[in-house]
């Protein structure tokens, strides 16, 4: 499975980003897939993550209700939808995946990564 994170970028305080992921390889539809973040000098963090059926999601409370990752199994590719951004969320961001019907908020549960897609928010 292999995949590729796109959709970063400068933005400012209050605007919105799409983040997608797409994903190549075998079979998407049985893949949880994850967002994590990395800022400088900080651990790479948890963001949201959305089970293989759609049907589940997870977020980190400091996106809750900003946040909302989907999927779409036609497209083999999955999103991150981000409203309302401030500058703590400026990091690299990127997208993972598990051979799992659960979600997981470990890094390291995760198999498959893409490269990081740079969001940077400031006025």
């Known amino acids: 499975v292999q995949l590729q994170a796109s959709g970063g970028g400068l933005v400012q305080p209050g605007g919105s980003l799409r983040l997608s992921c797409a994903v190549s390889?075998?079979?998407?539809?049985?893949?949880?897939m994850g967002w994590f973040r990395q800022a400088p000098g900080k651990e790479r963090e948890f963001v949201a993550a959305?089970?293989?059926?759609?049907?589940?999601?997870v977020y980190a409370d400091s996106v809750k209700g900003r946040f909302t990752i989907s999927r779409d199994n036609a497209k083999n590719t999955f999103y991150l939808q981000m409203i309302n951004l401030k500058p703590e969320d400026t990091a690299v961001y990127s997208c993972?995946?598990?051979?799992?019907?659960?979600?997981?908020?470990?890094?390291?549960?995760?198999?498959?990564w893409g490269q990081g897609t740079q969001v940077t928010v400031s006025s």
């Open positions: 993972a995946g598990r051979r799992a019907t659960v979600v997981s908020r470990s890094p390291s549960q995760y198999t498959y």
């Open positions: 959305i089970s293989w059926s759609g049907g589940s999601t």
């Open positions: 390889g075998r079979t998407f539809s049985s893949v949880t």
